[in-house]
């Protein structure tokens, strides 16, 4: 069996747990304060699914996301992407339309997961679940309420992009 692998870009402003995301699904910890390695693009997992193989390459952005200045290198040969956008911050979640869009642009179609993270933080949302639910459906996304802080969801957000990436 040829091994599969997919490169999934995690997309969306600065703090809405991106990079926390990418540690807790492929190292199982979540720290408060957790910083980019330098010189490390991307961590990995191995998952089966269908009696596959398959290798998830999670990249992670380099902070840059604030300045709108992620490169091109980034996105190229994406095969999957995460729109993230977070419970507690109300400009993260109107800014997925326009992360969205650059996707497109950059990569064209592929297999996208809409991911409302910090769901542990639910009393203090800024975000209805009509609105979150109408932007998926509007954008034909499937969508996942995660915590990585308390890991709920997490893996089901890569197992359905590696499902749906294999089904192509
Ligand atoms: P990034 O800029 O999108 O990469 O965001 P980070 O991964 O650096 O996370 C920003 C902050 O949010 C950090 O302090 C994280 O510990 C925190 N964080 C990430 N995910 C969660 C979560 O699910 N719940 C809570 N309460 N905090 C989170
Ligand atoms: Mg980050």
């Keep these: 069996d040829m091994e599969v692998a997919i490169k999934v870009v995690v ?3 600065g703090a809405v747990g991106k990079s926390s995301m990418i540690q807790r699904y492929c190292k ?3 720290t408060k304060d957790y910083k980019k390695t ?3 693009d991307f961590l990995e997992r191995q998952i089966l699914v269908n009696d596959e193989d398959v290798r998830l ?3 992670d952005t380099a902070g840059q996301e604030e300045f709108d200045a992620i490169t091109k290198a980034y996105y190229r040969g ?3 992407c995460v729109l993230v956008f977070s419970t507690t911050d109300r400009d993260s979640f109107e800014a997925i339309s326009s992360w969205w869009d650059k996707v497109e642009v950059e ?3 592929i297999p996208i997961v809409l991911v409302q993270n910090k769901i542990d933080l639910l009393d203090e949302t800024v975000i209805k679940n009509e609105e979150a639910e109408g932007l998926a459906k509007k954008l034909k996304l499937r969508f996942y309420r995660t915590s990585v802080k308390e890991d709920l969801n997490v893996n089901e957000v890569f197992k359905y992009l590696a499902d749906k990436y294999l089904q192509r």
Excluded: E, R, S
């Design 38 to 40: 330098i010189g490390v």
């Design 107 to 109: 990569v064209g179609n």
């Design 78 to 80: 994406a095969q999957a």
């Design 28 to 30: 199982g910890i979540f």
């Design 11 to 13: 997309v969306g402003n």
């Design 57 to 59: 390459m999670l990249w």
